[in-house]
């Protein structure tokens, strides 16, 4: 996506945004994997990447996090 801002008074800039999906919800019974983005694709990690993954495990059951 890209976007430009020209304000009426001689000042402007040009914003390149881009999105790279990350985060979800893991429901597996036994186990999941959550990972960085582009981790073992060979691209560098995004700085100021910003995921939020959603744990649910049925009442009673323990989650464990390995890191």
Not at 11 to 33: A, D, H, M, R, W
Not at 48 to 59: I, K, R, T
Request: charged share 15%.
């Amino acid at each position: 996506m890209q976007s430009a801002f020209m304000p009426e008074e001689g000042l402007s800039f040009k914003l390149n945004v881009q999105y790279y999906k990350c985060g979800g919800l893991i429901t597996e019974p036994n186990s999941g994997v959550i990972t960085s983005p582009n981790f073992g694709d060979g691209r560098p990690y995004l700085s100021n990447s910003h995921c939020l993954w959603m744990l649910v495990a049925p009442e009673g059951m323990i989650v464990k996090l390995y890191y």
